[in-house]
């Protein structure tokens, strides 16, 4: 998955300037920024949410704007705000999501029960899952299909640490030799535990790139949230 050179106005605002980086096959990678970085639109462009202003986006050697249909079949995508369907349970909603992907549905479901861990709450109305539940059951419907990249948009943003750690959790098993994912966060500490690389986004550009140890080391600090204050500095 190649970004390159994105940029992207809304109106006035200019949200991304020329933002490129990869994401390789079997990796974590991160984009971390402040609110309204531009994290969201880049993910949403990766998406095929959006449409692209200028530069190239391409997934899995498919572009975006031309051939989004291709994209979508190897991606899946978690906004922050996604919601499920009120009046299924939790097992409903996965068997919903299943019978669009896939020639066995029932096994996606039964791994996405698994992943979702919800023991028998399983059963009971989305309308009655607190956040945490609601965000550990719409991750497990993200990545129980297996996509070869799974986008996540502030995945433990609003969540408790026991949730949010569950999250992580998940998310860290995620890749495998063809699957990668690209979350952002703005969280320094997270980023770090779950990354291999990240791209440090702030006023719509890649101010730092690289594994978040060697960026601590690239700039001399202690930790992350250092390293980012250095690189917009
Ligand atoms: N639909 C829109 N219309 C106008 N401006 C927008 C729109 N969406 C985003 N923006 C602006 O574009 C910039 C980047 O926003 P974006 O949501 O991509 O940032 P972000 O890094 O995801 O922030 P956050 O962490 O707050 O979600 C911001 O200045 C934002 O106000």
């Known amino acids: 998955m190649t970004v390159s050179d994105l940029a ?6 200019q949200a991304l300037r020329g933002v490129s980086f990869s994401v390789e096959p079997g990796e974590i990678y991160g984009l971390v920024g402040p609110n309204g970085a531009g994290k969201s639109t880049t993910l949403r462009t990766l998406a095929t949410l959006l449409t692209v202003g200028s530069g190239d986006v391409s997934v899995f050697g498919a572009d975006v704007e031309s051939e989004p249909n291709e994209v979508r079949k190897r991606i899946r995508y978690l906004p922050e705000d996604a919601g499920s369907y009120d009046n ?3 097992r409903q909603y996965l068997e919903f999501v299943a019978d669009f992907y896939g020639d066995d ?6 791994r996405g029960v698994e992943i979702a861990d919800l023991d028998d709450r399983i059963e009971s109305k989305t309308s009655e899952y607190s956040k945490g539940m609601t965000r550990k059951l719409l991750l497990a419907s993200t990545i129980m299909t297996e996509p070869d990249l799974a986008i996540l948009d502030e995945p433990t943003s609003g969540l408790d640490v026991e949730n949010a750690r569950a999250i992580r959790e998940i998310v860290k098993q995620f890749p495998g030799a063809n699957r990668s994912v690209l979350l952002s966060s703005h969280n320094m500490l997270e980023v770090e535990y779950l990354c291999d690389r990240i791209g440090l986004l702030n006023e719509g550009e890649i101010v730092a790139e690289g594994p978040p140890a060697e960026l601590v080391e690239r700039y001399g600090v202690e930790n992350l949230e250092e390293a980012f204050l250095e690189a917009v500095a």
Request: net charge negative; proline share 7%.
């Open 8 to 13: 992207k106005r809304y109106g006035d605002v």
């Open 88 to 90: 299924l349970t939790g």
């Open 105 to 110: 549905p029932d096994e996606l479901v039964e």
